[in-house]
């Protein structure tokens, strides 16, 4: 089993992915922790240290590595949909787009010191150029103002079918 979480920040994909790997009883990896750990340090300081396009170009492989190996459940950084050859890295994967307004991400993110990308000026044209992104790597969209609990159920409901839980290919109400 493969399912690879995406959504822009705060939409929940490592809450929501630990949840359902446990839901599963599979492995979760948050591809950013995992990214800090092989790095051995925060993507704030990578930030600094690198510039976006370096942070970009270690994320790319550190997914690339972490897709061609691994089962279970996945949570991709926001902007990992951008990188150059995702849609082969995400090949045999179910990808599952937690969507979420930018204002409510903005609310729920607060001034994190933690997500450099919340600095950027131009943030609504990121949000917006990610957007065509995740709809087109979607095999299934979820809206991510929804209970934990309630997406996760969902999910393994998905899981367990061939299509969403209602026979269309995505959940009611996604």
Known sequence: MRIALIGFMGAGKSTVGRALAEALAVD???????LERRVGVSIPVIFRE??????????????????????????????????????ALLEGWRVVYLELGLEEAKLRLGQD?????????D?????????AHYE????????ATRPVAELVELLVAWVGTTSGPDGSGSPTGG
């Open 28 to 34: 979760f990896v948050d591809a950013d922790v995992e």
């Open 50 to 87: 690198r510039g976006e396009v370096g942070f970009r170009r270690l994320e790319r492989q550190v997914l690339g590595e972490l897709l061609a190996r691994r089962v279970g459940v996945v949570a991709l950084g926001g902007g990992a949909v951008e990188l150059d050859g995702v849609d």
């Open 113 to 121: 010191p933690h997500r450099p990308m919340l600095q950027r000026p």
């Open 123 to 131: 943030l609504g044209a990121v949000y917006a150029r990610r957007l």
């Open 136 to 143: 087109r790597l979607a095999s299934i969209t979820l809206d």
